[in-house]
């Protein structure tokens, strides 16, 4: 269980780790959260750590990369600073100037607006080859409806969902 300390700790680690970079960031926020997740070959749900790390920044772009990319690296990078440092295991999920939550609501908008052609229309559309977790926000947000089906096709970077009228 993630407590206050921990935060602060979180908030103290996080800030060291990017002054060791030259980008300047400010205003770093962290929240701890758990969450219900289903682990691979279990039928049961268990509870998972979470801690969210919001951070702002004069040069977002540099931190965040080509679609998100670099983001995720740093993300992934400062989680295993974070979990060895503070001797914890959690879930971070890292967001620079709230990009990854611009980009979910973008990924409903597109999933919502791509249904409602495909009902309108009653053919297929083939999305965009996109990273697994965008992929699992379409999947998601579709799975609430029952007048299409998803599916995701094709290998590696060329991987894309292709939202089908049931």
Known sequence: MIEKKD??????????????????VSNIEAKASTEEQKEAG??????????????????????????GQTLFEIQRLLRMVLNKKTGKIFYLNLDI???KKKKIDYLIDL????????VL???????LPMPPYERRIIHAELAK???????????GQ???IVIKPS
């Open 42 to 67: 279990q039928d049961s749900l268990e509870p998972r750590d979470s801690v969210e790390v919001d951070i702002k920044s004069q040069e977002p772009q540099i931190l965040i990369g080509q679609g």
């Open 158 to 160: 060329d991987r894309h």
């Open 121 to 127: 229309t009653k053919i297929e559309k083939d999305l």
């Open 97 to 99: 100037n709230d990009y």
């Open 145 to 155: 409806r029952t007048d299409v089906i998803t599916e995701s096709r094709g290998e």
């Open 7 to 24: 935060i602060e700790n979180i908030k103290k680690i996080t800030e060291e780790f990017f002054s060791k970079t030259t980008i300047e």
């Open 111 to 118: 999933a919502k607006s791509s249904a409602d052609q495909v």
